[in-house]
């Protein structure tokens, strides 16, 4: 392979993964707020000025963004307060 073909394959790569980087970045970004937004309620349900409900809701958006069902949701949310608490 010449040095010419190798450098407009690379150029043809790049210019591809910019161009669609704006639509992976924007997923990731809200990915990444519904995580935050998940891990904040977790925190103030544990220390108590949360109730499970508006957890359940917080957890409802973060897991659906993730693709699992809202009974699984509700499983790793109970999984993660058992968590959260025996590190207490």
Do not use: C, W
Request: charged share 25%; no cysteine.
């Amino acid at each position: 392979m010449s040095f010419n073909f190798v450098f407009f394959l690379m150029a043809a790569i790049l210019i591809t993964l910019g161009f669609f980087s704006k639509s992976f970045r924007t997923n990731e970004q809200q990915k990444m707020k519904l995580e935050a937004n998940y891990f904040e309620s977790l925190k103030r349900a544990k220390a108590g000025s949360l109730d499970k409900t508006e957890l359940l809701k917080e957890a409802a958006l973060y897991f659906k963004n993730l693709g699992l069902s809202p009974a699984e949701s509700k499983i790793r949310v109970e999984h993660d307060l058992t968590l959260m608490k025996s590190l207490a």
